[in-house]
């Protein structure tokens, strides 16, 4: 029942979600007005504003005018209701959860957005950042500090050499400076043991992703893709799975 909960409560969190990924990168305020269909801007009704329920009853269309709604609106109503639910199975309902909750809703908001329109507004990397001020304050001692800084300086300081490289190579921008301030950020979260693995998750998916993307023809060759999206879930990864992959991976140096 408590897994129950946690999960409409997050799916709940998620239609706010969708609601910062439209809003934010056009300037509109979160707040208000209501849910209006982009289509017709006529107000969404209360009942289709209910999370999931509501997308399967309009069966993915504006009631009002027939316009398809974008299917990222239910997706990311799943996706928040499953990793709020993981979160809280992960670190209980403490402060400590609730503050890796709050980094991984910003990762969401993220990665959408960054998928969409291909840049990280500056105002949810100070999220995550005020984040982490809260949480390295709950957590606070000289070591857990110097972990965190060395986390960031390693990711950071490797997704601006690989900026910098690309550059030099290609001729053209590799990554972007938001997916150097993410990185920071993240590993600031992460410490440098947890930025290895996320990193290594982010390229790893991304060359098979844009591997997929070549062999299929959806994506060009030098064509740019976002990297937010990577690093989020490469960042997701070592949260959930990170202790247990270094676990592995030391298991296998000393076997």
């Not at 001020?133 to 601006?160: D, N, R």
């Not at 043991?193 to 998916?205: G, K, M, R, W």
Request: net charge positive.
């Amino acid at each position: 029942m408590m897994i129950f909960i946690l999960f409409l409560f997050g799916a709940v969190m998620g239609s706010f979600l969708n609601v910062c990924i439209y809003r934010i990168p056009r300037e509109m305020s979160v707040v208000k007005p209501g849910s209006r269909c982009p289509a017709c801007q006529k107000p969404v009704r209360t009942v289709h504003n209910l999370p999931i329920v509501g997308y399967l009853m309009l069966r993915g269309k504006c009631a009002a005018c027939g316009a398809a709604i974008s299917l990222r609106y239910l997706v990311v109503e799943l996706l928040t209701g499953l990793l709020t639910a993981a979160t809280f199975l992960k670190f209980g309902t403490t402060l400590e959860g609730a503050i890796w909750l709050a980094l991984v809703f910003l990762l969401i908001v993220i990665s959408f957005i960054d998928a969409e329109h291909l840049f990280i507004p500056d105002s949810l990397l100070i999220g995550c950042a005020v984040v982490w001020i809260v949480y390295i304050i709950s957590i606070w001692s000289p070591e857990t500090l110097k972990v965190a800084l060395l986390g960031a300086a390693a990711f950071g300081g490797f997704l601006l050499t690989a900026k910098v490289l690309g550059r030099l190579f290609f001729r053209k921008e590799a990554l972007g400076l938001g997916d150097v301030k993410l990185g920071v950020v993240l590993g600031a979260f992460l410490g440098w043991e947890l930025t290895v693995v996320s990193l290594y998750a982010a390229f790893l998916l991304a060359a098979l992703v844009g591997g997929a993307g070549l062999i299929s023809k959806k994506v060009r060759f030098g064509q740019m893709l976002p990297f937010g999206p990577f690093l989020a879930l490469g960042g997701i990864i070592a949260i959930f799975w990170g202790d247990w992959v270094i676990a592995q991976f030391v298991r296998w140096m000393l076997s």
